[in-house]
């Protein structure tokens, strides 16, 4: 099925992984650099909520970029919206010792109610912003950080990781603290910009090109907005 904005439908594999990364208790495979670690996901859960005042979404690097920010195609309705995550374990052992291999795995905004139909990688709204290497398309990164975020506010809304880029010229020793709100403990960050009323979280995102998901309802409408970097690890 194709819809009106061009955007390919993903294959049945892909969608499948898609579905089970946000499924407690769905077995996603196995570890690529260990055939006999399988993956579960363990835990699904929102970790927060972020206003959209303007109904349009970035989901790119909060960090400083030589380039605008990926907004995407689509629209949303102007509202709050829940982000919800989904964490793995991949037991193993190094050198003796035991881990659990626990991993925030992938994140999505939750904008309607009820089960995806079709997944699609999303579009963004200026080609200028796209990020490609190979046949992958996404945002771009190095700092295995990504965000959601309001379009209208986001320089407002990545100010701080700005100000502790600019400041990282420090003497060794002295911390420099991110003017953020820590979510579970650090794993999340939040950024509000009062002016706007609008919000930017923190999700995971791949080192390299991250790509971004667009879950849709059986009327085609948007039902998520997901992306789930640690599905690259699997063999």
């Not at 925030?104 to 579009?123: I, M």
């Not at 579970?184 to 999700?203: M, N, W």
């Not at 879950?215 to 992306?227: I, L, N």
Request: aromatic content about 8%; some cysteine; glycine content about 8%.
């Amino acid at each position: 099925m194709q819809h009106a904005n061009h955007m390919a439908d993903v294959g049945p594999e892909e969608s499948a992984l898609l579905e089970a990364v946000f499924t407690t208790g769905a077995r996603l495979g196995v570890h690529r650099n260990d055939a006999l670690r399988p993956v579960h996901v363990v835990e699904v859960s929102v970790v927060a909520s972020i206003r959209l005042p303007s109904g349009r979404l970035v989901v790119d690097s909060p960090w400083p970029e030589d380039r605008p920010s990926r907004e995407l195609a689509e629209r949303l309705p102007p509202r709050t919206y829940d982000v919800e995550a989904s964490w793995v374990e991949a037991p193993y052992t190094f050198m003796g010792e035991s881990f659990d291999g626990r991993e925030c795995a992938a994140a999505r905004l939750l904008v309607r109610d009820g089960p995806v139909s079709v997944w699609q990688v999303a579009r963004a709204a200026d080609n200028d912003t796209e990020w490609r290497s190979g046949d992958e398309t996404g945002f771009g990164t190095d700092t295995s950080m990504g965000a959601f975020g309001d379009a209208s506010a986001w320089q407002a809304l990545t100010e701080p990781f700005r100000r502790f880029w600019e400041r990282g010229a420090q003497p060794p020793g002295v911390a420099i603290a991110r003017e953020t709100e820590k979510v579970r403990s650090g794993e999340f960050e939040k950024v509000t910009d009062p002016a706007g009323r609008a919000d930017l979280l923190t999700i995971p995102a791949e080192e390299g090109v991250t790509t971004v998901w667009i879950g849709r309802d059986a009327a085609g409408q948007v039902a998520t907005v997901a992306v789930a970097p640690y599905l690259s690890w699997l063999a």
